[in-house]
């Protein structure tokens, strides 16, 4: 006997094979069709044609609300400052100009700014990026005692703000070193960011952990037991097996922490009174415009006037991560769904 569920798709390859065209064959199934199924066929219909609409109005709508923050600071940062007093000027500038990001580039002194950045950032990033592995990959493969009590230290490293620890943080590097032979000062070095990355303590470093154990736990078992049957131990299992297979959840953690970083203030202003980063500078602005263009940190700007040099600086500011993300957005969303943080 004939299945039932294939009767329609038969009927329709019959029909076009008798040379009856596909027009002609859905007119037909509607004349025998119920009035129940008219109907049916007439509301799906409907929504066939009115959903891609709606489904639109949405997608730009969403879309205009998150680039609408971008779109108003570049046309803000090449406007001249003549056309934020012009009340017939809304997002086409009148008046095309470069002297805005001039003066904001002088004012942050962007390029050694941009330099010390890079180094902070980067450094700080990739230590960080091999100290939360080797950390999360302790949790997700070893049982020792204690295990459980330091996991829930990593808990509250998510869970607690860094504002909590900063007091101790500072005194600790204001006099680093062992207590009755040597007492170095590392406030405004380096080392002050450096030194909680490598020992997996730096910015959001208790979520990076959470995400390597996360993605550690899920791999088989199978790649370690053949490494150890070859002779490996753990320590050489984990750089020469288990980080090559983790590809994805370090670039996914690497491209985060360069995120943190560039944006942390908090940090920042905290154990630097000379070093010049993008987050410093970009909060320091307005002093920075009266010094440099004005030469007189008492002189009043107009708020009107201020919103093009602050909108420049904000371009200028998330253009080297906004670069980064275009060519490594393919990657990074890959990174996300394969590393434990989605589902």
């Given at each position: 006997?004939?299945?039932?569920?294939?009767a329609?798709k038969?009927?329709k390859?019959?029909?076009?094979?008798?040379?009856?065209?596909n027009?002609e064959?859905k007119?037909?199934?509607?004349?025998?069709?119920s009035?129940e199924?008219r109907?049916?066929?007439?509301r799906k219909a409907?929504?066939?044609?009115?959903?891609?609409f709606?489904r639109?109005?949405i997608?730009?709508?969403?879309g205009?609300?998150?680039?609408?923050?971008?779109?108003?600071?570049?046309?803000?940062?090449?406007?001249?400052?003549?056309?934020?007093?012009d009340p017939?000027?809304?997002?086409?500038?009148?008046?095309?100009?470069l002297?805005v990001?001039?003066?904001t580039i002088?004012?942050m002194d962007?390029?050694?700014?941009?330099g010390?950045?890079?180094?902070?950032?980067i450094?700080?990033?990739?230590v960080?990026?091999?100290s939360?592995a080797?950390?999360?990959?302790?949790f997700?493969?070893?049982?020792?005692k204690?295990?459980?009590l330091?996991?829930?230290?990593?808990?509250?490293?998510?869970?607690?703000?860094?504002?909590v620890i900063s007091?101790?943080?500072?005194?600790?590097f204001?006099?680093?070193?062992i207590?009755?032979?040597?007492?170095i000062?590392l406030?405004?070095?380096?080392?002050t960011m450096?030194?909680?990355?490598l020992t997996?303590?730096?910015?959001?470093?208790?979520l990076?952990i959470y995400?390597?154990?996360?993605?550690?736990k899920?791999?088989?078992?199978?790649?370690?037991d053949?490494?150890?049957i070859?002779?490996?131990?753990p320590f050489?299992?984990?750089?020469?097996?288990?980080?090559?297979?983790?590809?994805?959840?370090?670039?996914?953690v690497?491209?985060?922490s360069?995120?943190?970083?560039?944006n942390?203030?908090y940090v920042?202003s905290?154990?630097?009174t000379?070093?010049?980063t993008?987050?410093?500078?970009?909060?320091?602005?307005?002093?920075?415009l009266?010094?440099?263009?004005?030469d007189?940190?008492?002189?009043?700007?107009?708020?009107?006037?201020?919103i093009v040099?602050?909108e420049?600086g904000c371009?200028?500011?998330?253009?080297?991560v906004l670069?980064m993300?275009?060519?490594l957005?393919?990657?990074?969303t890959?990174?996300?769904e394969r590393s434990?943080?989605?589902?």
């Amino acid at each position: 006997m004939a299945d039932v569920t294939n009767a329609p798709k038969i009927k329709k390859a019959d029909e076009i094979g008798n040379g009856i065209s596909n027009r002609e064959a859905k007119r037909r199934r509607r004349v025998s069709a119920s009035a129940e199924d008219r109907r049916y066929l007439r509301r799906k219909a409907l929504a066939d044609k009115v959903w891609p609409f709606f489904r639109a109005v949405i997608l730009i709508g969403l879309g205009f609300v998150i680039m609408y923050p971008l779109i108003y600071m570049i046309s803000c940062a090449f406007r001249d400052r003549a056309d934020m007093s012009d009340p017939t000027v809304m997002w086409i500038p009148r008046h095309y100009t470069l002297k805005v990001i001039a003066e904001t580039i002088d004012a942050m002194d962007y390029w050694k700014t941009l330099g010390n950045t890079l180094l902070l950032n980067i450094g700080c990033s990739l230590v960080q990026v091999f100290s939360c592995a080797i950390t999360g990959y302790g949790f997700a493969r070893f049982k020792f005692k204690g295990s459980k009590l330091l996991f829930g230290v990593v808990i509250m490293m998510i869970l607690v703000p860094p504002q909590v620890i900063s007091l101790p943080l500072y005194t600790q590097f204001r006099y680093f070193g062992i207590k009755g032979l040597f007492s170095i000062n590392l406030i405004d070095s380096g080392l002050t960011m450096y030194l909680p990355a490598l020992t997996a303590n730096g910015i959001r470093a208790g979520l990076m952990i959470y995400i390597f154990r996360q993605f550690f736990k899920g791999m088989p078992r199978e790649l370690e037991d053949a490494a150890y049957i070859d002779g490996c131990g753990p320590f050489r299992t984990f750089v020469w097996v288990m980080l090559p297979n983790a590809s994805a959840a370090l670039l996914t953690v690497f491209l985060f922490s360069v995120v943190w970083y560039w944006n942390d203030y908090y940090v920042s202003s905290t154990f630097f009174t000379d070093t010049k980063t993008i987050a410093l500078m970009l909060t320091n602005l307005d002093n920075e415009l009266k010094m440099n263009l004005f030469d007189d940190p008492t002189v009043q700007i107009s708020p009107r006037d201020q919103i093009v040099w602050k909108e420049a600086g904000c371009l200028l500011s998330i253009a080297p991560v906004l670069i980064m993300y275009v060519f490594l957005q393919k990657h990074f969303t890959e990174g996300i769904e394969r590393s434990g943080i989605v589902g």
